[in-house]
């Protein structure tokens, strides 16, 4: 898969299932703050509600010969600063599509106050941010805080 086949836009209500299962797949949950696979039904009415229903969140996706294959999620937190939250369908990480969706994710956000948790044992996501300009601001055992 080539990045020329790939285009970064904003989440759909029917790109929920993608979303869910790239968010459920085993290795993407094994560095998640919450590494339990979410119930369907859970995640949809979160979905609708976090991204559909007039709240200062913002999901991009990248989507490669119509295929969803990636999320950025941009969740609104304390004083405007927005968590953002990557993952890439495994098979298709290591590719550029991580650097392309966070590269265009963030010149659609238009600015600044980002925050991200990279699980310590995920060293490409952590060059990743990196890479952008998000700078270490902490860690605990399991995580390092970076911001923008």
Same mark, same amino acid.
């Given at each position: 898969m080539m990045r020329e086949d790939c285009i970064v836009r904003d989440?759909?209500?029917q790109d929920s299932n993608a979303v869910w299962a790239l968010r459920n797949d085993p290795s993407i949950c094994a560095v998640s703050r919450n590494p339990e696979p /979410? =119930?369907?039904?859970?995640h949809?009415?979160?979905f609708?509600?976090?991204?559909? $229903? @007039?709240? *200062? *969140?913002?999901?991009?996706v990248i989507e490669?010969?119509?295929?969803?294959? +990636?999320y950025c999620r941009f969740d609104e937190g304390e004083k405007g600063n927005f968590r953002v939250s990557i993952a890439v369908k495994p098979g298709l990480? @290591?590719? +550029?599509? %991580? $650097?392309m969706l966070l590269e265009? !994710?963030?010149?659609?956000? *238009? +600015? !600044? @106050?980002? !925050? &991200?948790? /990279? &699980?310590?044992? *995920?060293? =490409? !996501?952590?060059?990743?941010?990196?890479?952008? %300009?998000?700078q270490a601001s902490g860690e605990d055992d399991k995580f390092y805080f970076l911001n923008l």
């Open positions: 989440v759909r209500e /979410i =119930p369907f039904e859970n949809q009415k979160w609708k509600e976090q991204y559909f $229903s @007039g709240q *200062n *969140n913002f999901c991009k490669c010969q119509g295929e969803v294959v +990636g990480q @290591g590719k +550029g599509l %991580g $650097s265009e !994710s963030l010149k659609q956000m *238009n +600015g !600044s @106050g980002f !925050s &991200a948790e /990279i &699980a310590k044992t *995920n060293e =490409p !996501s952590l060059r990743l941010f990196k890479k952008y %300009g998000f």
